[in-house]
């Protein structure tokens, strides 16, 4: 027996020989859980999770600072007014049992354990650090051990670390290297609640967590604001959500995914995917520390309102509580700073208190967790704060760094075609400055809720043209501008830009004046005239510039899925000529092919798969090219081209009758449009895709049969011993060659040619050739 400060351990640890796996197999328990995977010891490899920096850094959405700036200067002056962060004296491990956890770490990493076996030992491992948890948990090089232990023992040993340890459990995650193992106990238990076996396991881990939760609201503003406690804090919180831990409440949403969702052409409401959720959660666990976080004084919710740290877990919170509105509306009102005594429905904010909510917005940290209640406020809130916080003051935001990101998120949000009309009294005439500001964003924020609630479309494409475009100038530079948004706004003479030329380099075109063209491509075309004129004006080199950048693209298959007239988007479509193999070898490329493909007529087409076969050797070793050459019928075309030219015009005669029987008003009016333009405003747009779908395949089948039924005619003729039934038949296949390239609507018209087919041949023959078939059978059975 071996003596770790006045406690005996229960296993014998040799002193001069190395620990083999047999030496950590005492004490084995039946226990329940049991996992079957190994972990690593290794934080770079396995314990670097998506979100968090290998230094702990302090991540954000939307941009923010990091975990050195949030410990640099530059501290807010209630930080400071919040005193120190706790600490704790740090106790030295003695050599004997830092021997023993090495050795415990040779033995579980190797090969000649067993799953069963590691479980057990990993189990055993961690019943000897009883007592000695904080010491051991912030060991710089213990705590490694500990999180392969915690990774590969069961849940009953780790709700027994995390009972043991409970008490000290703030201390441990707010320490550096505590803070990675306090974050693996509980991905150790998100692990064992998504493979429970019994009830008993849940019971277990839910005692655990109240434990854990009534520690942490005894003292959660320390927590809160240190760059680990609050990554340890956002974790445990979408444990009790029963969120994966690997969800995007918890990690770092990419600004490009933002945007995204801003610009969608959908309310982007934070939703969490059914695949996010673990089998069980724990909801009254949720409640219950979350609003023991916000039962704090006033000076310390100004503190939380303006921490980076503190902010990030706030916002994971209204994430996790979407759905939730009687939580959200009691949550949201004190973090906007109201006094919660008295409050009534429709009267949360009061009047004193909306100037201080304009200052905190300009704050990055608080600026982020506005975004947040902005998308997660029920509706009665919502519209509170948009009416007496927001109202009169969004062109002051929308100058700012980062109050203009606040304007983006509740433009994004906006409810109804009422909040477009006060957006619009105050923004609208603002288009030509906030692009000149750099502040483009705002701009397409009103054109993407704009175009989502169809409301002030017209207005808004009229707007932005009057910004990029004077009424002295031909509208065919409205396009060229806008991809070169950036470019244009620091050229001192506007009046004489040109398309960037000369550069070794190509300049990038902009992100978001490619974005702002995508969403304008989305309005109906009798609004978007002078935006159709300059694309498709443009001159062929600029066309071929545009086509080979990722933005650019985008914008020319906006243009080709919009509404705008088929000889405009075949114009745009020839000037590609020579260029589709070039394109299409590249996957962002492919996208443009396909949709030129859609827009072109059948000359066009043609000419595009054959500029295809040319490269079909090298497409075909891409990944996305076999799809793209399957797509476009490659081999048929290169088998036979006239087939291949037939088959295009029954899916084109197809179509057309299809959308001219079943297609929308906006379908039906459009009749110079591509039978495959896409029509976004319609509301039975799904529908249509499916049926166009079903279409074509039938198409499809029934030409290829077609064509083998007329295969198999030319061979019965050139054969001497041709019936009389088959001569009915290759005369009617001559006089009426048409049928075979005539459009099939429908599967039951082909299979009741194919029947009367069968019957005429089955009736048909004389009796000499009946004789000679019997002759035929009768030698073959001989």
Known sequence: ???????????????????????????????????????????????????????????????????????????????????????????????????????????????????EERSIICGNALEESR???????????????????????????????????????????????????????????AYHLDHLQDDKAYSEIEETLAIICKVIVDTPIEIMRNCYGSHVLRTLLCLCKGVSLDSAALHKTKSSTILAQQLNSRPARVEINDSQYLQQGFPDQLKFLVSGMLNCSKEDILTLQTDQCSSLVLQTALKLLVGHEEELLHIIPVLLGCNMENVVEGNVIKITSVQNLLRLMKGTAYSHLMEVIVEVAPETLYKELFTKVFRNSLVQLSYHECGNFVVQALVSHARSQDNIELIWGELGQEFKDLLEKGMAGVVASVIAASQRLHSHEHKCSLALAAAICSTNESPGCIVPRLLFLESYRKCK?????????????????????????????????????????????????????????SGGQRVIEAFLSSNASAKQKRRLVMKLRGHFGELSLHPSGSFTVEKCFTAGNLSQRELIVSELLAVQ?????????????????????????????????????????????????????????????????????????????????????????????????????????RTSGHKRHAERAENKGETFCKAVAGDDIFKSKTKRQKKEKDHGGDENAVEKKKKKRLRKDD
């Open 493 to 549: 003479d506007k009046s004489n830009w040109s398309w960037p030329k000369g550069l070794k380099i190509p300049l990038k075109m902009h992100v978001m004046g490619s974005l702002i063209l995508q969403l304008i491509f989305k309005f109906p075309s009798e609004f978007i005239q002078p935006y159709i004129t300059s694309i498709a004006s443009m001159e062929t080199d600029h066309v071929l510039e545009a086509s080979k950048d």
């Open 131 to 189: 007592g000695k948890e904080v010491e051991l948990a912030t060991d710089k090089i213990i705590s490694h051990t500990f999180e392969t232990l915690l990774d590969g023992c069961d849940a009953n040993h780790t709700c027994e670390f995390l009972r043991s340890c409970a008490e000290d459990f703030p201390s441990i995650a707010m320490d550096q290297s505590g803070s990675h193992v306090a974050e693996a106990a509980l991905k150790s238990l």
């Open 1 to 115: 027996m071996v003596a770790l400060g006045s406690k005996a351990l229960p296993l014998r640890i040799p002193k001069t020989s190395s620990l083999t796996k047999d030496d950590f197999m005492a004490g084995e328990e039946n226990s329940y859980g049991k996992r079957g995977r190994k972990g690593s010891m290794s934080r770079r490899s396995s314990k670097k999770h998506p979100g968090f920096d290998g230094h702990h850094s302090v991540e954000n959405l939307s941009g923010g600072v990091s975990a050195k700036t949030a410990r640099a200067s530059k501290v807010s002056k209630h930080q400071i007014a919040s005193g120190p962060q706790p600490s704790f004296i740090r106790k030295q491990v003695d050599p004997e049992t830092k021997k023993y956890y090495s050795e415990i770490s040779n033995v579980i990493e190797g090969n000649e354990v067993d799953l």
């Open 617 to 721: 050797s090298e497409l075909s070793k891409t990944k996305h090219g076999p799809p793209l050459l399957r797509k476009f019928d490659v081999d048929w075309f290169a088998r036979r081209p006239d087939q291949w030219k037939l088959r295009q015009a029954s899916k084109e005669s197809a179509y057309k009758e299809f959308y001219t029987t079943f297609g929308s008003k906006e379908t039906k009016s459009s009749k110079t449009n591509s039978f495959l333009a896409e029509t976004p405003r319609t509301s039975q747009s799904e529908n249509l895709k499916v049926m166009r779908k079903e279409i074509e395949s039938s198409i499809a089948s029934a030409a290829a049969q077609s064509s083998t039924l007329q295969i198999l005619a030319n061979e019965n003729s050139t054969t001497k011993t």
